[in-house]
């Protein structure tokens, strides 16, 4: 290799990192910064166990509640003097004005020059006119849906829909559709509601074979209109409809097919029919986009009424972000925590571990929302950031993952931060509206797991009968950190909160980060290259300029494709 190639960007910070100062940071904020490096080494390494016990208020002193939510931080490796000196860090680095320039509609996302107005979707007392006018059109397309109105070129009602989408134009929908499919919309007759995403076609082939072509609609969601897999996928889907039921001279098109995008006349070139346009704005950004029209599947699962549920516990959420003193703010609370684990603790791991399988979706939203947002490392100066960034997240329905990777939380080497996500209620009722009691005890059973994981996570072997003698395979050390997160029950609103409060805690961590959260310049060039890619695969040609691997794979591929 050429050894004038030069390490640069993400690779020599990763070299150096990772807690200095960010070169053009005031005094204040190196004051506060080197106060918690300070703290970190006296307090940062004192066992949880020790914690509790210091403190009989530890978890008063440590949990707050707000939206129908509760945050424990208590299991997290810090004291209220912790959260202090984390939030003079937060006050030198300017979080207050930036909340206000985030509400003020200004310029946060810096290197695409735009507002990120996600939170104005959800602003339900004043309603922007353009917001207004796509929820009302969307409202119309759901009712003409539900009401078995929406009619297939061929009559029939639509009984399917089917979300061709990638990134934020399927997890966010996904998810939220799935986390809700309990409640139903209140009127009409729901369809089942499908989410195709991977450019492969196996997820839309099979699919398909299943569905019928007459009362199949397809929903293209593309806040660009350009993604390859989504087109690709659509396209599949549009051929699949057109040889199903020939001769129908653009009817396909027209009753089959709506699009969900922030560029119309992309949509209208493709083929989308005016009247089945749903539009949203740049100013959202895909991975904060389930608040628009691509929301559309979450409305035709729960109805539109509960759609708007779901705006409206996210606005309790901006309210209480833009509100409430710090020392109570929910997501200013959470982004302090996570600054404080990877910048100070170096817990470089973040494990998302919801205890309700309607939440199973929830981490792969959480690790766009969050990994896409703020796996960044240049700061608004233009400089390399001189300290970590994102944590790696990953995650799975908690139940599930104790079965799976516990053991590495329990005995492995690693520390990692782990968030429980738990509903305290879930009532489920027998068609005659009883109580369903077999699965009212599957969820005290869920309960108990979560509870009882976070405290032996914590505690290790102090929760553990004081004679218990462990040889040390068995021995668990404990001090891994936790957060719980207690909704009141999974409902529209509170799930509304619950994905407010992850976006502005990201806002929160990429303010005292000093970069933006709002663009992805990072998977553009993947892009990009694909393309050049498919050429060498196709013809051959173009494989010189390859690395040797990327040609030889390339060259392996294309042997076994002529065969
Ligand atoms: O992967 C990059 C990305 O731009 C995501 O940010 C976005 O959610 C996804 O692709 C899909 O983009 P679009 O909605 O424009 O098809």
New binding site residues.
Partial sequence: MDSTIRVSGADSVANELIMDFPRHDTDTARAAHQALREHAQKTGERHLAALFEDDAQRFERLSRSGCGLLADISKQRLTTETLSLLSELARARGLQSWIECLFKGEDVNWTEQRPAMHWRLRDTKDRAPDVHAQLARMERMVDRILRGQWRGCEGDAITDVVNV?????DLGPLMASFALSEQRPPRGHRPRVHFVSSMDGSQVAPLLQELNPATTLIVV???????VD?LTNAATARGWLEREMPGRNGAVLRCHFVGISAQPERMSRWGIHEDNQLQFWEWV???Y?LWSAIGLPIALTIGMQGFRELLAGAHDMDRHFQDTPWQDNLPVMMGLVDVWNLNFLNITARAVLPYDGRLKHLPSYVE?LEM?SNGKSVTRAGENVTHHTCPVIWGEVGPNAQHAFYQLLHQGTQPVACEFIVAARHDRLNADGSEFKQLEDQHQLTLANCLAQSRLLALGEHALPADLELPAFKRYRGNQPSTTLMLDELSPRHLGSLLALYEHKVFVQAVLWGINPFD?WG?EMGKVIATDMIQVLESGQGGDNLDASSRALAERARCLNQD
């Fill in positions: 989408g990638v990134g934020g134009s969601s593309s806040k660009s209109f350009t993604t989504t950004g895909g991975r986009s766009q896409e992805q998977v």
